[in-house]
Structure formats: structure tokens, C-alpha cells
């Protein structure tokens, strides 16, 4: 008979794509007792919740939640409420995540078609527009800040514009970049943008904020068919979040510790936090830089959240990355596909983004390297 | 500018159909400070907890796991997983849950035929034999513990051998009765049944647990399409619990408490779980017997987690229900669709059901009974 002991988890300093560290506010709130799906104080969490995002998304959209589920749901919900199938769909992949919306879309019975960028380049609009132009797309999806390459898609308002013209949906996936580099949804023109709670928001992983704008609502309420999966239906959690009618049974501590989160977000200011991000990332680059492992990224495009280092000459770079694991309780990332072995991935985002941990960071490192 | 105040939610001691209350110990084991989605420390617990939901589950069944989603997206994941578009399924109706799987099937392009009992009843091994005779189904789906109801589906080894012989795979809803009742997934030939971390195992909610029977793995994998979500597709899920491939941000702090949760369990014996869940339901169902609220179900198939009262008459259900929650903190739930003025539900789930609740309840129904 086994023995199960007291949980007795190895605290880490989490520097890679993610999850990022919560502050202590964000635990403790977790630690209130839970309270039923339908509790008025669960539902007033839902509109200071509602409200904060919105702020956070920087839009007036009325379906703005969070969904019961890890920032792969939040991709998957986007892509089954618009895509139905025969739905053509327009995927600009520079990077995994991109792959993923692309293989998402198709389990979905979508005809997909991909436009591609080398890994570490990001889409000029005049490439887009002329994708967009081949034939008639009922979506048009994209990664603003693609974990696997530290690359940030500019020119999003332009893209979005460009769709727009050619009568696509805009998906925009946000799952690195909110929190940490603005996300102008209205702005844009984004019609479904989606992230996730653990990365540069800094609550736990479990919940995937997302915002629908009305013109995408509309489409989604014009379907055909219904929502293959109930469980990621928005409409059911339209009808949840606004009319307390039951769908699922969310979970309480995760929103206690997401309001948290975004009231600290709140409490920041979105420019400073914005400018914390650039700073501590500025830090750490030119410290990447002396040690001989510099930015794969060029400056223009390069992420504050998430660097990808590269690996210098003669460095085992999994190795290295078991040292400072456990020698150190650092965790940062491998580089993900044909990166896998040239960079290392390392995230500076939400309460993970504080001068002590560049310092420390960069300390090890300089330890480490031969 | 809104003001967002210290989170300041009021306890409540929920005796609904869930949430249940989570005990301290599962609470401080959810305040650990999260940790990576692929640290060694995580895929520790996924071992134990693997271990110790195939025990819960009387189960040897290799994928054994924790969905990253409510017990709804358990609900999902055995459909979409098992069904593809024009597939046969047979779903056995006796209350609202039964109604949402048939729902879900038919969302997947399942060719969905149901049986039926009034709200209340359960089925015969005869009437279920006889519907499996109609055609050959892929699959059977049946509820074990109905919280719409407050009933208890007997018969399942019975029943899961007559979908055998008929070809059908077997789908059981644990989603109750999963920690407070038998259930015997091996003995009884079940191929999925899932349930939810925050009703008899008394964890917060936020996760499935789910169980595949190798017959049910096999006709996953020999599936002509792909599963339409990728974000519930178990072969992924495999490949990250047991090969530790990246595919999607688990919640370590889920993680956390339901282990903690699962420890509890196995640390208290199933028998002796069972027996105090039977124990102080018997307690709650001779008060309300003595309130003139007597139990809706008959003994014989009445549920000990999940109990329905009627209502007596005279009384207006819901004004009650508001000022046991305003008045004493405690939360039941409201009847189910036809039910909804006719009976209360109160759950005794997990780390809920104990004497010094159903003592508060029963004294403050009485209180509040003319």
C-alpha cells in the first residue's frame, strides 16, 4: 500500500513561456473558501471581472469573459463558435501557435489555408492583403506574440483593416502578449481576441479571458449549425455571465485569484505595466548580449514577455537548462521545433517580471557558461 | 474610476448539488505557489494522482486522468471522443443530464436516438436490453447519480453486459457520485466515466477526472477522422500525462488540491467514505421525513450526496431557499426543470457532508418551515 505524503512542491522561479509566478495577493485570494457557480458573490465577481477586462482588451465589447478552461480553450472556443464546416479560414503562421490554430481549424471541418513566415519573422501587411485577396475567407486568424520564437506581430490594425476589406472575422490570439504590450481590440478592429491567466497576467493557469465583438457575435447567433461542442459554446456563456442561466459549474477559486490579478493590473496602470515589462526585458537583453547569448529576435519586433536567447557556441543547451533547474529553481524553456536546440526561451511576464529575477537570471547564467 | 475592494466573499456552508465545500487541508494545498506545466514536480503528481483515481474509479484502465475543465468538459470529452459524425448513440434519459448528453451527441452529428423515464424513475436492465435491441448503437450513455433528480441508476453491471452483447460501448456520468457511492468501473465493464473535482471528492472546481477502458482507447484510435476539439482530444491528453508532450498550461493549483483531496479520500478507506456519506444522508432524510419535506425518491435507488425534498405545501420554495442562504449562510439548490417548485435539492458531497450540517440545516428548516 502506497504512502502519500504532505504535498511538499519545490518552490521555482518560473522564467520560462509560462505559467509566470503569482503574487502572493493572487494565492492568498485563491484561498478563500469557494462558493457556488451561482452565489451573488461569485456573480459580482463576474462584472468587476468583465469590467476589468474590457480595460485589459481595451474594448466596450458586451461578451467579454472568462472561459472555464486553459488558453488552449480559449483558441478552441473562437475557432468552433465561427467556423463552421466548409468555412474557409485564412491562418498566417509564423510560429507553433499558428500551427495550431491551422490543425484546430481543419479537425473542424474548415478548409484552411496557411500564408507562412520563416520562424523568428513576422508578416508584412502588403503579404497578408495578398493572401486575403486569393478568394473569400470567413476567418482570418493570427498570433500577436508567438511563444515559440519571442516574435510580436506589428501592423495589427492594419491587418485587421485589410481582413476586414476582404469580409473576413479577425481572430487574434493574445495569449502571451495581454498584460504585457497593449492589445487594442476595438482599436484594431479584432473581433475575437483570447488568453489565457497564467502568463502575463499572473494568476494560476485554469481560466482563458476572451472577448467577442458584436459584428462576431452576430455571426456566431447566424450559424447554420449548432456549436460542435457544448462545453465552449459562447452562447451558453453569454447566457451564463449575463442571465445566471446554468451551464457549468466554474470555478470560484480560479476567479477569485484571476480578479485579483486584475485588479493588480488595474491598481499598475496598463502604461506602467506596460513599461515595467520593457524595462526589466531591456535589462535582460543587454545582459543576454554581454554573456555572448544574444536576442534571436531583431529589437523592432522583439517581445518584453518572452526572449529567446541563443545558444552559444559549444553550450549543451538542455544541460544547462537541468543546472539551473536544480541547482538554482530556475525554470526557463527549450526552444520549441527546428529551435528546439538553438535558443532558449525565457519569460519575464506578469509578477515573474521583477529586477531580482533578471539579476538573478543573468547571475546564473554567468556562473554556468563556460 | 470604479473602486475594486479587497476580495471580501461571504462563506457560505454549501449543501447544494455543488460545489461542496473544500476542507482546510485541500484549501492550503491549493495556496502552494504554482509551478511549470512540465515540471518533475508536477508529473509526480499526476502519477499519484493516476494511482489514486484508479483506485476511486475500481479501475486498472492505463488512461486515467485529470481534464483541465469543469466535469462538463468530461461530458464532452467522452462524446467527442468516442463518436464521430452519423454514429449511432443510445442515451438512457431520466432526468436533466441524461438530456444534456443527448444534447452534446447530437451538437457531434451523432445519430442520437433516447429512452426515457419520468423524473424519478430509473430504468430496468429489461427496458435498456430492449432499446439496445433497435439497432446497433456505438455507443450507450446513462447517468449513474442524476442531480437533477436525486436518483441512483442501480443495475449497472447488468446493464453495461447487455450494451456489451449488443456492440455499444459504455458511457457512465460519475460526475455525483464519484467519491460518495460505489463505483466500480472494471467490475461493472464501464469504458468511459467521468466526474468533477468539486462535488464528492470535495476538491475546488476546475477539473475532470476521467477513466478509459482499453476497448474504449482502441476505437478512439482507430477513429476514420480526427476529434473535432483538439483542446479534449484524450490521445493528446496520453501523450502529455504519460510522454510528457507539451499540449496545454495545466493549473497547477488544481493539481494541488486534488490531490490533496484524492488523499483524503484514500486515507479515510472507500467503505468508510461511503458509509459517512450514507450515514448522514439517513440523519438528513428522517428530519426532513419529520419536517413533513420527505425524501422524493424511493429509498431503494435515493441517493445519499444528492437528496430532492418535496416541498410542503403552502410553502414558496425559492423565498425559503433565499433566506437560508441570507439569513444562515447555507446554500441549497432549487428543483430541476418540471421540478423546479416542486422539490429542494441538497447535496451532502466530499467534506460537506458532516453531523454539525445537517443538524444547522434541519434546525434552520425548521425555523423557517410555518
Known sequence: MPAYHDLNVQERILLGPGPSMASPRVIRAMATPPIGHLDPGLLAIYEEEQALLRHLFQTENPWTFALSGTGTSGMQAALANLLEPGDAILVAVHGYFGQRLAEMARRLGAEVETIERPLGEIFTVEAIEAALSRRRYKVFAIVHAETSTGAEQLHLGEIAAAAHRHGAL?????????????VRVDAWGVDIAYSASQKSLGAPAGLAPITVSPRAQE??????????????????????WHDHAYHHTASASLHYALREALREVWEEGLEARFARHRRHAETLWAGLEELGAPPFIPLDYRLP???????????QPHALRARLLEEYNIEIAAGFGALKDKVWRIGLMGYSSRAENVTLLLAALRDLLP
Chains 1, 2 share one sequence.
Do not use: E, M
Request: hydrophobic letters at 40%; a positive charge; aromatic letters at 8%.
Open 305 to 315: 514577455p518572452l526572449t529567446t536567447a541563443r545558444v552559444p557556441a559549444g553550450v
Open 219 to 240: 455571426a456566431i447567433q447566424k450559424r447554420r449549425t449548432s456549436v460542435s461542442s457544448f462545453y465552449l459554446d459562447l452562447n451558453l456563456y453569454a447566457r451564463y
Open 170 to 182: 479577425v481572430v487574434l490570439d493574445t495569449v502571451t502578449s495581454l498584460g504585457s504590450i497593449p
